[in-house]
């Protein structure tokens, strides 16, 4: 069976005349384009230096390519260079998202996918605006169906190559490509990797002015709340993420893990090398934590059954978190490189440490 990228010929007819379509927009972009760049020269060799253009609608000089482009990004193994920023951008999953209404790019958006958990209050009337494609990851068809120019995945299994979304496969469709540097599966993920990966979305939409400014803010919200609890003791956290035989948590390389450290807390299970995995319950009881971070989303048990789960369970009963009942909540989108993670270290503080915000 072949599991590749699509190839034209194995497409229904109804996707082969989506992805003409797709195709042709953007032939038609670069082909005007490139007229307009010929059409400034000849002008240009014809009248001799004259001072700046004309000012368009907006008041602004025009000119015959998008200032600051090309741009060429190197993205979890693919270069790609954008000779102007996209202006039909499709999210899958959450994060990528609100990051790109957070820069102020509704107007570039015409599809999201996979909301997992609330959205932000200050994004959530530009969030409702944008079209969602589907509760889930996207079909291929559906993708092609809001005849993008950029797609942006919060996870690797936005471009699932078995479901026929990968990246080459949209490539093939005329369609740039974007993942969210947390899985390229390179290295430990930080905040600097969240503060990396708003400039480089600022940098391919051309609103690098927008990114500096918002992860100057991120920044100071960040420190506001590491102030607050530098000097308290570390406190022990067991992240839960799921799990009944096994307690599926976060590792050391996730986001998770220095988002609890900022909060004056410490992973106790920063060791696993991965960013999430499988760890016994009796590995749970022997590293005694004294808070439990329950990370909430979309297509899991709430909140309170996991509560309920991790409080019936006799072999935790000795547990510090679960004697006292400390328990924090995270929405998952908050954990992972995008808007959010700067929330989650003043919220994860809070709940660490209520003492510090009397």
Partial sequence: MYDGPYRPHDLPLSHVRRLTRVRRRRFVVRVTAALAALSATVLTAACGPSGP??????????SSAAE?????????????????PPSRAVTIHQHPAEL???????????GTAFPDSAVLPSLRKDYASVPELAAKAP????????????????????????????????????IDTYLNREYCGEKNVTMRDTYAEIRTIGKIFGVSDRADALVSDLRRRVEKASAAVRGRPDVPVFVYDSGDKSAFTAGGKGLGTQLIDQAGGRNVF?????????????????????????????????????KRYLLAQPALADVPAIKHKRFVVLPLTATLVGVRSAYAVEGLARGLHPESFK
């Fill in 53 to 62: 253009d004309p000012a368009g609608a907006d008041g602004r000089p025009r």
């Fill in 68 to 84: 600051g482009f090309p741009v060429t990004i190197d993205n979890c193994g693919v270069r790609t260079t954008y000779d102007r």
């Fill in 100 to 110: 790109l209404l957070s820069l102020g790019l509704k107007d570039r958006m015409v």
């Fill in 139 to 174: 079909s291929f068809e559906k993708v092609l169906e809001a005849e993008p120019d950029f797609v942006y995945g919060g996870y690797s299994s936005a471009f699932d190559e078995k479901e026929g979304r990968s990246r080459k496969a949209l490539a093939d469709a005329g």
């Fill in 270 to 306: 920063a060791d696993l090398d991965d960013v999430f995995g499988d760890v016994s319950w009796e590995q749970v009881v022997d590293r005694r934590p004294e808070v439990i971070a329950i990370y909430d989303y979309a297509g899991d048990k709430s909140v309170e059954q996991k």
